[in-house]
């Protein structure tokens, strides 16, 4: 298993950029798919951007062109460049990150949230 911690949440005012990092601990076999999720107040929880080991993306069509997701295997952390904020990007953010254990188990794990709130 795994345990993730997020950083670099705060208030920004629309339009201005922010960059969340996530850093992960403990031992895995492997860590495959690494990903960011938001969580608006009274809403479920949605992706946000994922990315593979292998450098592959995928993001949700509400951030296509603002966000980037980018990844450090060497150090088994994720990042989310977060442009152009919107005041509906509020919400707390969640790491996750998919693998498998040394157990030969899979595992996925999340992080504690960091919020993220763009207002005037």
């Known amino acids: 298993q795994v345990k993730l911690v997020e950083s670099g949440g705060g208030l920004v005012q629309p339009g201005e950029s922010l960059r969340l990092s996530c850093a992960s601990s403990?031992?895995?076999?492997?860590?495959?798919?690494m990903g960011w999720y938001r969580q608006a107040p009274g809403k479920q929880r949605d992706l946000v951007a994922t990315i593979t080991s292998g450098g592959s993306t995928n993001y949700a069509d509400s951030v296509k062109g603002r966000f980037t997701i980018s990844r450090d295997n060497a150090k088994s952390s994720v990042y989310l460049q977060m442009n152009s904020l919107k005041p509906e990007d509020t919400a707390v953010y969640y790491c996750?990150?998919?693998?498998?254990?040394?157990?030969?188990?899979?595992?996925?794990?999340w992080g504690q949230g960091t919020q993220v709130t763009v207002s005037s």
């Open positions: 403990g031992v895995a076999f492997s860590i495959n798919t």
């Open positions: 996750n990150a998919d693998g498998r254990s040394i157990r030969g188990s899979d595992f996925s794990s």
